[in-house]
């Protein structure tokens, strides 16, 4: 059953601490993608790869810092530097980093911080 | 950053009707895409159009695109509550292929 899976579905944190969000795909999907959402709003960039052991900042890439050390796993961490942190984070993937192959997303992680 | 736009912000319309959702941007583009968002989950995709393509259909979805006009649109017709979700188009930026999204189009359908 291929797909693309994020965990946890809610997380909470206190303020100051580090916080990491998980994203994993069988999909065999070279380029991978962090969105944010807040509520109400169109999806943001994060970060960005292409490829293993390489990535690209995005729109908004401050106060986060991403690894992508295997093709299936791109894990994104909510640094304490992140000054408003609470928001829905989308995992996305696709054959490759080009606008002419879809994305397919995650269910999402739901992150508050307080 | 260069991103879609879309029109309205909410829709409200009964079952049985169509819908029309409107995406502009602001410079070329090589592809448009359109999603969509069902409350608390993650995006799927819907239709993609090229730039040299004018109307793509996808069963009840009809999405066209005037590169003229810088501007596409998104029909649904004969609506049904299920159809109820948030509608994203998303453009590349040219050179850069990064896909952008806009802020959506909340539709409700009425049963």
């Known amino acids: 059953d291929g797909g693309i899976t994020q965990s946890p579905k809610y997380l909470f944190r206190k303020e100051g601490q580090n916080v990491t969000l998980s994203c994993e795909q069988n999909l065999n999907h070279d380029a991978m993608y962090w969105y944010r959402q807040d509520p109400g709003q169109g999806l943001r960039l994060i970060y960005y790869?292409?490829?293993?052991?390489?990535?690209q900042k995005g729109d908004i890439a401050e106060g986060y810092s991403v690894s992508r050390e295997k093709k299936e796993s791109f894990p994104l961490t909510v640094t304490s530097a992140q000054k408003n942190p609470t928001a829905f984070y989308l995992c996305a993937s696709s054959k490759r980093d080009y606008s002419s192959y879809e994305q397919y997303f995650g269910p999402g992680t739901r992150l508050t911080v307080t | 950053s260069q991103q879609g736009e879309e029109d309205p912000q909410a829709l409200s319309i009964q079952e049985g009707e169509n819908a029309t959702m409107n995406c502009s941007y602001k410079?070329?583009?090589?592809?448009l895409q359109w999603y969509r968002q069902n409350s608390g989950r993650g995006l799927v995709h819907l239709i993609l159009?090229?730039?040299?393509?004018r109307e793509k259909h996808s069963g009840r979805l009809r999405v066209t695109l005037d590169t003229s006009k810088k501007s596409s649109s998104l029909l649904i017709t004969a609506s049904r509550a299920a159809d109820t979700a948030s509608y994203f188009c998303?453009?590349?930026?040219?050179?850069?292929?990064?896909?952008?999204f806009g802020a959506g189009t909340r539709l409700t359908v009425k049963p």
């Open positions: 159009i090229r730039s040299n393509e």
């Open positions: 998303a453009t590349d930026e040219g050179n850069n292929n990064d896909m952008r």
């Open positions: 410079t070329s583009i090589n592809n």
């Open positions: 790869s292409q490829i293993v052991n390489d990535f």
